[in-house]
């Protein structure tokens, strides 16, 4: 695997789009799907990819992880997934007479828990301290986890059977839920022509590597954010707790969570201040998740999402910048 070297200093919309671009290599056709991935990474969040088998949840995870010339590890949840098979143990090492640490699998840039809701809680538990802290705490001992960080799980919406749905405590956690969805017909057939005879991983090469993604993160997060727009995140937040169609509404992590977000996604664009239609355009992938509609609208046939549009819809923009 080669790899192009990219400047730590270089230009933040420059960096993100190579990295956006090296990826659709691979996932054809997805580009929103994509930076809306990336902006995840960059805002140091978690993401949580929810859609049906084989349109390329695991794929897009070992190809950012490529992308970006960082360690990366998958996790296959299955009912008889041990919490330390995640974390890790402390075992006896025969040869130094000693107990040390044995690094579990969550021990890398970017970790893909692959059907994470086929796990057992205590096993889906064991990731809420890493995604959360950074670290892995084990007889009393903290283990920093590497930098950058962040979790890819994925889960089928459609199977249910042998399944433990994850609590709102766990999904408090992802900054971000998306679906990436079928293909478009000619984004199907460039897929036929290009990866038909060999593994489309083949292809990717690495265009930066950690230490230029750590310094975009540290970029984003100077991002300029006007008062008014703390306050209209505040509020959209704040007014979903209030709609009668929701039983469980945005908690303060969402609030931080779109903060992040919206940094990121001014800074992928060029500018040096967030704007009203970033965090407009984020909320949605970034609180959706975090809402539980009330009975009397899912029986009327509306979901979380339907009633979060009406909230951004209701709530008033900041006038200016």
């Not at 805002?43 to 992880?65: C, F, M, R, S, W």
């Not at 290009?194 to 750590?214: F, I, M, N, P, Y």
């Not at 899912?298 to 200016?320: C, K, Q, T, Y």
């Amino acid at each position: 695997m080669t790899q192009r070297k990219t400047n730590s200093n270089g230009d933040f919309p420059t960096v993100f789009n190579r990295i956006a671009e090296n990826v659709e290599l691979v996932i054809q056709g997805k580009g929103p799907q994509i930076r809306l991935a990336l902006t995840c990474l960059l805002a140091e969040g978690h993401l949580l990819i929810e859609d049906v088998p084989g349109v390329g949840k695991t794929l897009l995870a070992k190809t950012i992880a490529r992308t970006i010339g960082s360690d990366w590890r998958r996790i296959q949840f299955t009912p008889d997934l041990l919490p330390t098979d995640v974390t890790g143990a402390t075992i006896f090492n025969q040869e130094t007479r000693d107990f040390e640490f044995r690094p579990g699998a969550v021990f890398a840039n970017i970790v893909l828990g692959d059907e994470i809701n086929r796990a057992s809680p205590k096993t889906q538990s064991a990731l809420l301290e890493a995604m959360e802290e950074r670290q892995v705490t084990a007889e009393g001992v903290a283990y920093e986890l590497p930098d950058p960080f962040m979790v890819i799980a994925t889960q089928n919406p459609i199977e249910h059977e042998g399944t433990y749905p994850l609590p709102f405590a766990q999904l408090d956690r992802f900054l971000m839920r998306i679906a990436i969805g079928y293909p478009s017909a000619q984004a199907e057939v460039e897929v036929l022509h290009k990866h038909g005879d060999h593994s489309a991983l083949q292809d990717v090469e690495s265009v930066c590597d950690a230490k230029v993604v750590r310094a975009m993160i540290n970029s984003a997060r100077g991002v300029h954010v006007e008062e008014s727009l703390n306050q209209y995140i505040v509020a959209v937040v704040a007014s979903t707790r209030d709609v009668p169609e929701l039983s469980l509404g945005a908690s303060p992590r969402a609030a931080l969570a779109l903060l992040r977000a919206s940094r990121v996604a001014a800074a992928a664009v060029g500018r040096s201040y967030v704007s009203p239609d970033d965090i407009k355009s984020l909320a949605p992938s970034v609180i959706s998740h975090r809402l539980m509609a009330a009975p009397e609208a899912e029986m009327s046939g509306r979901d979380a999402a339907d009633v979060l549009h009406d909230v951004l819809e209701r709530v008033p923009l900041p006038i200016g910048r």
